[in-house]
Structures are given as structure tokens and as C-alpha cells.
């Protein structure tokens, strides 16, 4: 019950473009579903995270939209900018996970 | 505040050396986990520590080694060295008392086994 599938693998959009990246999960228990942020040489960084009792945040260009019932959720990138270019992660947990599983990560190219 | 600091940055090992990597939280944060990077297998989590004790464990061989110190410092250990553990090993430290929450993880420390 551990397994997150992230998708796509890689992502191009043009300048201006939306940019939709999606976790999809099978722990029920999972109770906080963050995207990490992650650029070449450096750490992760967290980019925005929910809890199961909104369906939708926005900070931003970025919207973060959880779907209880289909046991996913997924990243909007509105107006999408050669800085957005980067590597996310997803990496749903709950309070209590013995390990935290990630995403395979998604590498984002903004062509300008 | 100061970030999560990672040292060292780079280091080159050879086959069955062992290597030992230093992680120094943000003030403040008990909790401190580790994390392996490769191209291929992603981001692998490794362990987690919290008031210098072990409390959760992922799914690496028991070459794989960590410890906490009373001021939240952190170290991990790799004994026997092999080539797969060429990776990008990051720390990460956080607030709460589990690997919920937002989690602050530093640059990382670059492994080449040779």
C-alpha cells in the first residue's frame, strides 16, 4: 500500500503554457499530499502541499488538486515560466508512516 | 535561520572503503531523515531519527548505518562500499516528530564509488 505512481516522466510546455503533472496513490491513510520542487544541484523544496479536506489550493501560478475518491492528486502550473523548469516530486504521507515513499519524479522543461 | 547543511559536498570512494556524512539540521528541528538520489531509483528514503533514536527504516542492507547526537546533529554511515551506492545523498530535517509535514532538506552530499 505503498506505491506512488507520478506521471509523466518528463514534460515540455512552452512559455505561458499550463503544466499539469499527476501522484496517483493507494494508502487510504494517507493524509498529506505534498509536491517538492527540486532544481539541478540543489535539495528538494517544498512547492505547495494540501490536506484531504479541500479539494483544490492555489499559491500562485500553482494550484495543487486532490481527487479523495480516484486516489489522486496533481500539480497545475499556470502560466508556466522558463524558472518553473525543474524536477517535482509527490511524496503522499500521513502521520505516523513508518517510511515516506516518493514519486519518480517528473522533469519539467520550459521552452522560452 | 540557517538551512539544513550538508557535509562534505563531493567525495570519491573506492570499492569496499566505507564513508561517513554529516547532516546539521535547522535550529530548532529534532527530527532529522536521510535520503538516497539516483537517476535510476529516484528519491529512496534511507531513515529517520528523532531525540537520537532510530524510529523509522527503509529498505537498504545493513551497510546503511545513521545516528543522531543530542544536538540533533546527524550522521550516516556506508560501510563496504559499491559501486551502486554512487548517489546523491540528502538530508532532510524537520519540525514535527515524523516524516509528515514539510520537510527541509539540504544540498546533499555527492558519492562516487570508483
Known amino acids: 500500500q505503498q506505491q506512488v505512481k507520478q506521471s509523466p516522466q518528463s514534460l515540455i510546455v512552452q512559455k505561458g503554457g499550463i503544466s499539469i503533472i499527476n501522484c496517483a496513490y493507494e494508502?487510504?491513510?494517507?493524509?498529506?499530499f505534498p509536491w517538492y520542487q527540486q532544481f539541478p544541484g540543489k535539495g528538494p523544496a517544498l512547492l505547495i502541499a494540501i490536506r484531504p479536506d479541500v479539494s483544490e489550493k492555489k499559491e500562485g501560478r500553482f494550484t495543487i488538486s486532490f481527487n479523495k475518491s480516484a486516489k489522486q492528486f496533481s500539480l497545475h502550473i499556470m502560466d508556466s515560466q522558463p524558472g518553473d523548469s525543474a524536477t517535482y516530486f509527490c511524496?503522499?504521507?500521513?502521520?505516523?508512516?513508518?517510511?515516506?515513499?516518493f514519486g519518480q519524479g517528473t522533469r519539467l522543461t520550459i521552452n522560452p | 535561520k540557517a538551512g539544513v547543511t550538508q557535509t562534505p559536498r563531493y567525495l570519491i570512494k573506492t570499492r569496499g572503503q566505507q564513508v561517513t556524512l554529516s547532516c546539521s539540521p535547522i535550529?530548532?528541528?529534532?527530527?532529522v531523515s536521510w535520503y538516497q538520489q539516483t537517476p535510476g531509483q529516484g528519491l529512496q528514503f534511507l531513515f529517520e531519527?528523532?531525540?537520537?533514536?532510530?524510529?523509522n527504516k527503509g529498505n537498504f542492507p545493513g551497510r546503511f548505518s545513521g545516528r543522531q547526537f543530542s544536538n540533533s546533529r546527524s550522521e550516516m554511515n556506508v560501510s563496504t562500499l559499491e559501486l551502486g551506492d554512487s548517489a546523491l545523498y540528502l538530508c532532510?530535517?524537520?519540525?514535527?516528530?515524523?516524516?509528515?509535514?514539510?520537510?527541509?532538506f539540504g544540498e546533499g552530499s555527492r558519492l562516487t564509488v570508483l
Open positions: 531519527y528523532f531525540s537520537e533514536t532510530q524510529r
Open positions: 494508502n487510504t491513510a494517507f493524509d498529506y
Open positions: 532532510a530535517s524537520s519540525l514535527g516528530t515524523g516524516l509528515t509535514g514539510e520537510l527541509f
Open positions: 511524496a503522499p504521507n500521513n502521520r505516523g508512516a513508518q517510511k515516506l515513499v
Open positions: 535550529s530548532g528541528h529534532r527530527s
